[in-house]
């Protein structure tokens, strides 16, 4: 059974920094694409990052070039989301998203909110 587990979400002053943390288990095959969305009050969900797992190539969105990193941990099976500099407008609830070349699977999402 496949699985998207995000975390580290939370409250955060603005320029402050999250790392979210997205565990996948039960892919059987070892390609697969990782993204994060995020999805703010009265606002369509929304792409932020992406990542392949055999490779290194990333991707992001204009709004977050410079500030969100997107990484994988292999061994842990992990893909994170380091968010640094962190402004009023990344306030959103979180999504992981994995696609296996066949199927699309999602996370319950991890609210972020940044405030002061």
């Known amino acids: 059974q496949v699985q998207l587990v995000e975390s580290g979400g939370g409250l955060v002053q603005p320029g402050g920094s999250l790392r979210l943390s997205c565990a996948l288990s039960?892919?059987?095959?070892?390609?697969?694409?990782v993204r994060w969305y995020r999805q703010a009050p009265g606002k369509e969900r929304e792409l932020v990052a992406g990542i392949i797992s055999t490779r290194n190539s990333t991707k992001y969105a204009d709004s977050v070039k410079g500030r969100f990193t997107i990484s994988r941990d292999a061994a842990k099976n992990t893909v994170y989301l380091q968010a640094t500099n962190l402004k009023p407008e990344d306030t959103a609830v979180y999504y992981c998203y994995a696609n296996d070349g066949f199927n699309d699977y999602w996370g319950q999402g991890t609210q972020v909110d940044v405030s002061s």
């Open positions: 039960g892919f059987t095959f070892s390609r697969f694409v």
